[in-house]
Structure formats: C-alpha cells, structure tokens
T-cell receptor, first 115, second 113 residues
Framework: EAQVTQNPRYLITVTGKKLTVTCSQNMNHEYMSWYRQDPGLGLRQIYYSMNVEVTDKGDVPEGYKVSRKEKRNFPLILESPSPNQTSLYFC??????????????FGEGSRLTVL | DQQVKQNSPSLSVQEGRISILNCDYTNSMFDYFLWYKKYPAEGPTFLISISSIKDKNEDGRFTVFLNKSAKHLSLHIVPSQPGDSAVYFCAASEASGTYKYIFGTGTRLKVLA
C-alpha cells in the first residue's frame, strides 16, 4: 500500500529537549516536504527536498532542521523546541513533473505539544 | 501576506444539495491548483486539480472551476453527502522550479442529513 508514515503521531515534550519526527514514504517519490497546520493559518511549508541531499527552506523554517540522506526518509528535527512550535505537523511526498510537482500525498500527522 | 485565501471558514449544506467552496489567489504566476479534503485525525487527501490552461475539471461529483481573470477558483460538490463533511483546503503552485505549494486556511463543510 502506497503511504507516507510519520512517527510519533503524538508527542508531549518540554522546552529545549531535542526531538525528531520521522517521515518515510514507499512510493519512490523524489519530492518530500514538511508542513505545519495551525488554527486560522492553514498549512504552511517548513522545508522541502527535491531529492537526496537537496533541501530548501519553505515559508516557516525557523527552529527546524531537516536531512535527506535516503530517498524514502525525510526527518524533521527540532533542536531546541519552544512552545510556539506546538502544532500539527504533516509530511508529504510527490513525484516531480518538470518545474512543478504532482499532487502531494500526506502522512497522518504528528501532534506535537511543547510545554 | 496570504496569497491563497478561503474567506469562508465554514459552510453548512443540506444533503443532496450543491456545496460550493471558494478560493481566491493573488499571485498571477500560479498555474496549478488543487483541492484537498481533510478528516479529523487524518492527513489531507488529494481531491481534484486544475491546470491554468483549463477553466473546468470534473471528477464524478466534484467539479473545479477556474476564473483566471478574477483569480478565483471554486469547488462544486453535487450532490452533497454526509461523508463529504470535512475541511477543504485549496492550494496553488507555480511552475517555476520553486516546488512550493501555498495552501489556503481551509473551509469546514458540514453536510446535514
């Protein structure tokens, strides 16, 4: 079954304690991306990657890091989480079509609370 | 600056009637538009898309209309069903190699049985 898998699905942590949210896709997609969803703000892009070792900032990258060492995995790293990073996070993947991507396939989401 | 706007946070429609969800955008370089549906505790799922070379795309009960001059797109669901109750996001991107999707804030549709 084609899917994007995120872990953990739920996490409560404290300010400053480093954490990683993993994302894995089994569709051999070149493109992967992270979004956060906040009330009244919709989905905002954090980082994206067009292929292994190729990453770039989205609209809200501050406080986050990513890496793309393998095509299937795209972890999101919060080196020193703060309460304003409390949010619902989604990983997504897609094929690349020239200068654009195809439709995004999303994971089920990771709800993060930073106390 | 919100480049993609969904001005109606919520919409209620009777089962069997038409649901019309609207989306406005400001960036004239956007050339590919998509609608996603999101149920609680799930990730968004792709519903339908439209390229800027078209003004209409249909898929079963779902039709998306694009009015480029007005920078407006709409999603029509006919007939609406209770299972359509969800949050709907529109998204836009430009074929510029930036590989970024800009999402609207979403419209919560409730279809009343």
């Amino acid at each position: 079954e084609a899917q994007v898998t995120q872990n953990p699905r739920y996490l409560i942590t404290v300010t400053g304690k480093k954490l990683t949210v993993t994302c894995s896709q089994n569709m051999n997609h070149e493109y992967m991306s992270w979004y956060r969803q906040d009330p009244g703000l919709g989905l905002r892009q954090i980082y994206y990657s067009m292929n292994v070792e190729v990453t770039d900032k989205g609209d809200v990258p501050e406080g986050y890091k990513v890496s793309r060492k393998e095509k299937r995995n795209f972890p999101l790293i919060l080196e020193s989480p703060s309460p304003n990073q409390t949010s619902l996070y989604f990983c997504a993947s897609s094929i690349l079509r020239g200068l654009n991507t195809g439709e995004l396939f999303f994971g089920e989401g990771s709800r993060l609370t930073v106390l | 600056d919100q480049q993609v706007k969904q001005n109606s946070p919520s919409l209620s429609v009777q089962e069997g009637r038409i649901s019309i969800l609207n989306c406005d955008y400001t960036n004239s370089m956007f050339d590919y538009f998509l609608w996603y549906k999101k149920y609680p505790a799930e990730g968004p799922t792709f519903l339908i898309s439209i390229s800027s070379i078209k003004d209409k795309n249909e898929d079963g009960r779902f039709t998306v209309f694009l009015n480029k001059s007005a920078k407006h797109l709409s999603l029509h669901i006919v007939p609406s069903q209770p299972g359509d109750s969800a949050v709907y996001f529109c998204a836009a991107s430009e074929a510029s190699g930036t590989y970024k999707y800009i999402f609207g804030t979403g419209t919560r549709l409730k279809v009343l049985a």
